[in-house]
């Protein structure tokens, strides 16, 4: 059993019922003292209090306490950057006050020294004791966060719970009334009768129940029982608009207003990322990129498509390779975090992924460090602010200072040194000349495959012995530690500053976020639609999409290689959107091919739409031609006749137009004894042409001719035809 910072110990009674929640604030070296801190409530903190590292080691094997699960509180450890934008000089005011005496470990969790440094405090700031007090029960509390000084105010109100009021809430008003149980119940009488069967607005429906539930008697004006309202008694205007907006979804209330069958058309859900500063394992984690020395081919293998990006993170202390990234992208903050991700998480997990199956003590490394150093082009920017919420100081090395960063550097140099030796299609970066045999001529490998050589090899690299310059300390001589990166790792880790978080506040806070706006289709981000369960069940797409918290545009974050999901904060946890119906086929595409194929779209469009007014000009000219021919010939047949007249006799006449237009549309007919292709040889007289664009000048004496004469002309021949046959 290991047991690190921050880690969560639940105890339980005879029961086996949770009695308390621990957690890891500080561990000595000697792994004999643990100061752990009660997290049971939020609104009673506790101060921490020793107790012995074995104690909790055979309380877990005796199943009397358990290691539990990271449950942190998002809304304030990783709050949004409007949310801290506001209140974050509050914050690091009062971080101020106890930077200097929280450092000074363990000495600020025995009760003498820590009096002693508060009193110290007090003197130089003025601030009271309690004050300060409570500071450090805050960043205790929250596992020793910054962020946990943060104002609170995610919880004010309790929101979702049900309160028992035995006086009227708010501001003093004339109307004292409280809202009691008969009364909803005259509610419920009052929606269903004047607001669902007499169709009234809420106001009106308002003004109904009280003059039929709340009267006191009648008065007769204008010879009709007028009702009396008692105002004492009855319920206001904005208490009855708040119980039933609070009671009914907006898909009910509109079904109410307009109707089921209406409400399920129009707003119903619709689906379809140097060594004096490393004291200890975990103290600084070092980060970089650089080009490796391996020349890929494409999937297909009929494409060189050049080398590839690789970021190593790698541990200061123990010099273990703790995570890495292969991409073919351009060096950038996202490509940065991917590695800091991978650094972070299960690397039996991540292996399996690719088919190599390793236990937990070949790569046992899924922890972040106190402090996370790398170029200042990927980590200085706006966003490393987020490390803050993951408890990770930025240290940026100046340009062009690789000297800053040597560890990973020197990794570097020994991985593209065997990439060279092993791989082929493998080159040194330097300048070709003239005559010198180019090694992409030999390139065969794959990213992929060069991701699993790399699985394997930094496996290899961690159990193999550390570089000439690295410098046991007594500690490391007197328990006579193997100088491989990984027993040096697995000698001092967790000792001191490693700690772990959750992948959902790995995801929130190192994958690239943007708005997306809420509609009835689902969460549309960059024309692809999202939804989710917990979002169906609570409404959020019905209607005009204010579902979420009032608002109708949040803050999502995504992961840019692959658009199948996307991830927002919704209170205290994270909720993962995946794609709806209209947007399944895209299921699996990275952003960057959504792009081209809406780019591909809106050029064939206007394309078409070029074309097509042309084909639209064609059908005008045709249809004002032969409306005008019709309009001429109509009056010159009818120049002598009523409109009276050119209404009577409607149904014989449609009758008989109805026979003419029938034989003139029917099929050609053929005769059975005769062969098909004695056809071509009949007379061009008993073949009715189909008008098309070669006889367009006969179209005029079929239509000014005699079509019955012409169809009893034909009728006859036919007669004829047979009787001679037979």
């Known amino acids: 059993m290991f047991i690190v910072e921050n880690s969560i110990i639940e105890r339980l009674d005879e029961n086996l019922e949770l009695r308390e929640t621990l957690r890891i604030l500080w561990i000595d070296e000697e792994r004999e003292n643990v100061v752990v801190v009660n997290i049971d409530n939020h609104r009673d903190m506790q101060l921490p209090y020793f107790i012995k590292y074995k104690l909790i080691v055979s309380e877990i094997q005796d199943n009397i306490s358990r290691v539990g699960h990271l449950e942190t509180d998002m809304q304030l450890l990783s709050p949004d950057d409007s949310y801290l934008d506001k209140y974050k000089e509050n914050r690091d005011r009062r971080w101020n006050y106890i930077k200097d005496i929280v450092l000074k470990e363990p000495e600020i969790y025995i009760s003498e020294h820590r009096g002693k440094l508060i009193h110290e405090v007090h003197l130089t700031s003025g601030k009271p004791k309690k004050v300060i007090r ?78 039929t539930f709340y009267k006191r008697g009648f008065y007769r004006k204008y010879g009709v029982k007028v009702p009396i309202v008692d105002p004492d ?8 608009r708040y119980w039933y907006i609070n009671n009914s979804s907006f898909f009910e209330r509109y079904s109410n207003r307009r109707g089921k069958r209406r409400a399920t058309m129009e707003v119903r859900h619709m689906k379809g990322n140097a060594s004096e500063r490393a004291s200890c394992v975990g103290a600084l984690f070092e980060v970089d990129a650089t080009r490796t020395d391996v020349i890929l081919v494409s999937f297909d293998r009929k494409t060189i498509i050049g080398k590839p990006t690789l970021y190593v993170v790698i541990d200061v202390f123990s010099t273990l390779v703790v995570g890495y990234h292969l991409s073919l992208a351009s060096e950038s903050w996202f490509e940065a975090m991917l590695a800091v991700e991978n650094a972070a998480t299960n690397k039996v997990e991540f292996c399996a992924r690719y088919g190599i199956e390793i236990k937990q003590e070949d790569w046992p490394c899924h922890y972040l460090p106190r402090n996370l150093v790398g170029d200042r082009g990927e980590l200085k920017a706006q966003f490393s602010e987020r490390f803050v919420n993951l408890n990770v100081d930025v240290l940026n090395a100046p340009s062009y200072r690789g000297d800053l960063k040597p560890f990973v550097e020197s990794t570097f140099h020994i991985t593209n040194e065997v990439v060279r030796q092993l791989l082929p299609g493998s080159t040194e970066a330097k300048e070709f000349v003239r005559g010198d045999y180019n090694p992409a001529r030999d390139s065969a490998w794959t990213i992929e495959e060069l991701n699993r050589f790399l699985i394997v090899y930094f496996i290899t690299y961690n159990k193999s012995a550390v570089s000439k310059g690295f410098v046991p300390n007594k500690e490391m001589f007197m328990d006579k530690v193997e100088l491989t990166p990984l027993k040096v790792w697995n000698w001092d880790r967790g000792k001191r500053l490693l700690h772990e978080k959750s992948r959902s506040e790995l995801s929130y806070n190192l994958l690239p976020r943007e708005e997306a706006k809420v509609t009835r289709f ?78 591909y779209k809106d050029t064939q469009l206007k394309v078409q739409e070029k074309l097509e007014k042309q084909h639209r000009a064609e059908l005008h000219a045709f249809v004002e031609e032969l409306g005008k ?94 009787e001679s046959n037979e």
């Not at 008694?233 to 009855?240: D, E």
């Not at 205290?572 to 947007?583: A, E, F, H, V």
């Not at 029938?662 to 050609?668: K, L, N, T, V, Y």
Request: charged letters at 30%.
């Open 134 to 211: 409570g500071y450090l029960k805050k960043y205790w509390f929250y596992g020793k966060s910054i962020n946990g000084l943060l104002d609170n105010y995610f919880g004010c109100g309790v929101p979702g719970k049900h309160r028992n009021y035995t006086k009227k809430s708010g501001p003093v008003t004339n109307n004292r009334t409280l809202v009691t149980k008969e009364d909803i119940e005259i509610f419920k009488s009052a929606i269903r009768i004047f607001h669902i069967r007499q169709g009234m607005n809420i106001t009106t429906t308002h003004e109904k129940m009280c003059e």
């Open 233 to 240: 008694r009855s319920p206001s205007l904005r208490q009855f």
């Open 522 to 599: 689902g969460i549309d981000f960059r024309g692809l639609c999202y939804t989710c369960d917990l979002g169906i069940k609570e409404g959020w797409f019905e209607g005009t999409g204010y579902g979420i918290n009032g608002k109708n545009r949040i803050e999502i974050s995504y992961d840019p290689r692959n658009c199948s999901s996307i991830f927002f904060k919704y209170k205290s946890g994270l909720i993962t959107c995946l794609l709806t119906g209209r947007s399944k086929e895209f299921e699996g595409l990275h952003f960057d091919e959504i792009e081209k194929i809406k780019e």
């Open 629 to 722: 021919k019709a309009i001429k010939e109509t009056k010159a047949a009818t120049k002598d006749i009523s409109f009276y007249a050119r209404n009577q006799n409607k149904r014989k006449v449609r009758e008989a137009d109805s026979k003419t237009w029938g034989a003139i549309s029917a099929m050609p007919y053929v005769e059975s004894s005769k062969p098909v292709d004695d056809i071509s040889q009949s007379s061009s007289s008993e073949v009715i042409l189909f008008p098309n664009k070669e006889i367009d000048e006969e179209i005029p004496t079929i239509i000014e001719g005699d079509i019955q004469t012409l169809f009893s002309r034909k009728s006859k021949e036919r007669r004829m035809r047979n």
